[in-house]
């Protein structure tokens, strides 16, 4: 990945309230801060509802903030004027999960359109998108018009034209939602290609933390309309603070304790030890068997995290017990009253 000493994206006390000032007001955006750094794939993710899209609109100024700055690559957009900011959006593409395509015109004019705005001639317009559509896998589909397209090959065609202009940032609006699991990973590692090759920044806005993991090195989680925490996915994965957090990264779903009397305890696995039979071999040492609540694994920067809900048993000497073999083997837990 590029290099991430220095920020191209700052985002300040950001807020936005649509009908401001009406009885039916909407607050969608509210003291948002953030820095997103040059070169990386960042994430932000938070459940429907919480003011996602509003921001990703916000950062290219489709939407207007109410109050607050919106910086990027040194240029304040909320100051600058309608030309001014037309220049400043060809530096941002931008991807969604509708695609947006033109439907009475081929991948190859779609990829065009942009230039052509932008003052290129036709010649020079089409020669740069073949070049991007062979770059996003689609060489031989120049000639076809979106309703001939797979979900995945439209997607592409969407980010071929979005880095028609050649932008320093590519805003990601839940771009892989609409796509099946297999297509959802082949564009997300396109993403990353596109990341190492072009040192695009990518920001990814999302509902699924399986997109984040996937991708992402740092991420901010959006909820009630501010953000509530951010840190890199590893460490924010590891250990949640906040609710909204928790909710997005803990097993789904919901259980119960199997008698009510066992104390749980969250197990993280932080990529090193997930190879090891923790749990087995604590139940050895220990002489007393646990019961599995929940569990779950994730790929994160290459490395296998994973979380395991455990019930001990109710003697509290056992319970010690086998905490304290959990430190001796430096396994990180957290103490669950509500699963």
Do not use: W
Not at 59 to 84: C, Q, W
Request: glycine share 8%; net charge negative; aromatic share 4%.
């Amino acid at each position: 990945m590029a290099s991430v000493n220095d920020v191209i994206i700052h985002i300040e006390s950001l807020g936005k309230i649509y009908d401001e000032g009406k009885p039916n007001e909407v607050k969608a955006l509210d003291d948002v801060c953030l820095d997103i750094f040059r070169g990386e794939i960042f994430g932000i993710i938070g459940l429907s509802g919480a003011g996602k899209s509003t921001l990703v609109r916000c950062i290219n100024l489709l939407e207007k903030p109410t109050s607050g700055k919106v910086v990027v690559d040194g240029r304040e957009l909320t100051e600058l004027d309608p030309p001014g900011l037309m220049k400043a959006r060809r530096k941002i593409g931008m991807i969604f999960q509708d695609f947006n395509l033109l439907e009475q015109s081929t991948a190859l004019e779609n990829v065009c359109f942009p230039l052509r705005l932008a003052g290129s001639g036709r010649k020079e317009a089409e020669k740069r998108a073949v070049e991007l559509l062979a770059r996003v896998g689609l060489e031989d589909r120049t000639g076809s018009y979106p309703s001939q397209l797979s979900g995945g090959q439209k997607q592409r065609v969407a980010i071929a034209r979005a880095l028609a202009c050649e932008p320093d940032v590519l805003l990601c609006d839940e771009a892989v939602s609409a796509l099946d699991p297999t297509t959802t990973n082949q564009i997300l590692e396109l993403l990353q290609e596109i990341n190492r090759d072009l040192g695009v920044t990518i920001v990814m806005i999302t509902h699924e933390m399986k997109v984040i993991e996937k991708i992402c090195s740092r991420v901010a989680i959006l909820a009630d309309n501010h953000i509530v925490e951010s840190g890199n996915v590893s460490d924010v994965f590891r250990n949640p603070r906040t609710e909204a957090a928790r909710k997005l990264i803990l097993p789904s779903g919901g259980v119960e304790p199997f008698d009510g009397s066992g104390r749980l305890l969250r197990l993280v696995f932080d990529g090193t030890t997930t190879d090891k039979p923790i749990v087995a071999n604590m139940v050895l040492s220990c002489g007393e068997p646990v019961s599995i609540v929940a569990a779950d694994t994730k790929q994160i920067d290459g490395k296998t995290f994973g979380q395991l809900i455990i019930q001990l048993p109710s003697g509290a000497g056992s319970a010690e017990r086998m905490m304290a073999y959990l430190d001796s083997e430096n396994i990180s837990y957290t103490e669950e009253t509500d699963v």
